[in-house]
């Protein structure tokens, strides 16, 4: 007899990892696939952090780390975090985990109980709304308007908090909307957050140095709202380590204790080969990370700059991150051969089959009218799918 668990019965199955999945499959297949859905960089590890690896096996890191992570390693994120965002935590305060996702459910496992209440601003990444629910929480979405760069608004929020509302899951810059919240935008959400104070933060800042907008203002930086904000990050996105696993988590104590608690049965402490890595990444890769930056930036322009120009499609120009995140719904009702567009999911397997360009459908991030279009790619093939996605639309009448 086989019996699955609710939990996870009730969980979905994530959208971009499956679109993914399915470019490598027809990939593997010989067709000349091209995946624009994946949100990874795709540079090379910088080479600091290679050797940095290298050397933690050469000399023996081979060996259970401390659950919340090495003093060094917490140290440097301290560092980061006292010169980067003028924001002042002991290494108590630090808790490093097996990448951001472990970092974000680590937190919300740590403060929601059944029948909370968690506000998810859409679009929204798609694990944030499976990781309320696992934690047995209540999903209410709030949803930021096309017009507004779709972030959403203080009487927005101040309209979803209830009795019930223990958290926010906040992330700035945005995925899937590449949307960066101001600092006047935010401290009109902290107006409404400090009538409030049974609300907690859980603010993702994994996107923090893919940022075209200039400095980066986290929501633990508005007075007041340090004690009550848990600041999520790591060195996937800005130093291209997503392999590597390693993110992290600085909140109050009382919050860092008790997800080194859970971390402690269920993970243990991340890889001390990549902690290593990760230290020579916040020390000696500042470089890299603009580089990277200074290249996702002009891949930016070029996307935006040729999507606008494709009939049918209505984009905003993103502020960070490395999505594109336009309206598709345009589309809706057209036709061509086998294919009829009635939604986004339509649409974007479309492309799949006529351009052969994988994205992933809007629906995945709580907004079915759009799709995502990821620009970690070489411009050449950027170039190559923007166009072979204008001749497949073109298709449609």
């Known amino acids: 007899m086989t019996r699955i668990a609710n939990r996870i019965l009730n969980l979905a199955d994530s959208q971009t990892l499956a679109m ?3 470019s490598r499959e027809l990939k593997a297949k010989g067709i000349d696939i091209i995946s624009l859905s994946i949100g990874e960089p795709d540079f090379n590890t910088p080479d600091a952090a290679k050797e940095a690896g290298k050397r933690a096996i050469d000399n023996n890191f081979s060996h259970y780390t401390p659950v919340s992570g090495y003093e060094d390693l917490k140290r440097a994120i301290a560092d980061k975090l006292q010169k980067e965002n003028q924001l002042e935590y002991t290494t108590k305060e630090i808790i490093v985990s097996n990448g951001a996702k472990q970092s974000l459910a680590n937190a919300l496992l740590s403060l929601v109980n059944p029948g909370d ?7 929204y990444w798609v694990s944030y709304l ?3 629910k696992l934690a047995e929480g209540i999903p209410v979405i709030v949803e930021g308007s096309y017009e507004n760069d779709y972030k ?10 209830s009795e019930k509302t223990v958290a926010i899951l906040f992330n700035s810059p945005s995925n899937p909307t590449g949307s960066i919240y101001s600092q006047s935008e935010m401290k009109a959400l902290a107006e409404v957050l400090y009538k409030h104070p049974q609300v907690f933060v859980i603010s993702d800042e994994i996107y923090e140095h893919i940022n075209f907008m200039g400095e980066h203002i986290s929501m633990a930086n ?3 709202m340090k004690e009550r904000t848990a600041v999520i990050n790591g060195v996937s996105k800005g130093y291209a380590m997503t392999g590597w696993r390693i993110g992290y988590m600085a909140a109050p104590l009382w919050l860092t204790k008790a997800c080194d608690k859970l971390q402690g049965q269920m993970t243990s402490g991340a890889s001390s080969i990549s902690q290593k890595a990760a230290l020579a990444a916040l020390q000696q890769c500042k470089e890299d990370s603009i580089r ?10 070029l996307v935006y700059e040729r999507l606008v120009q494709i009939p049918g499609f ?3 120009k993103p502020g960070g991150a490395f999505y594109l995140f336009p309206k598709i719904d345009s589309f809706f009702g057209k036709k061509y051969d086998k294919w009829h567009i009635q939604n ?5 397997m479309f492309l799949l089959d006529q351009a052969h360009v994988g994205v992933v459908a809007g629906s995945a991030f709580g907004a079915d009218q759009c799709i995502r279009i990821s620009y970690a790619t070489s411009e050449e093939d950027l170039i190559e799918a923007l166009n072979r996605i204008e001749q497949a639309v073109m298709k449609l009448q």
Request: proline share 9%.
């Open 314 to 316: 209505e984009v905003k």
């Open 20 to 22: 993914a999945e399915l």
């Open 222 to 224: 508005l007075p007041g």
């Open 292 to 301: 990277m930056n200074n290249i996702f930036e002009k891949r930016c322009q």
């Open 152 to 161: 959403i608004r203080p009487e927005d929020l101040e309209a979803a908090i």
């Open 344 to 348: 986004d999911m339509d649409f974007s």
């Open 130 to 132: 499976e990781l309320v």
């Open 117 to 123: 209440e968690v506000i998810i601003p859409a679009p």
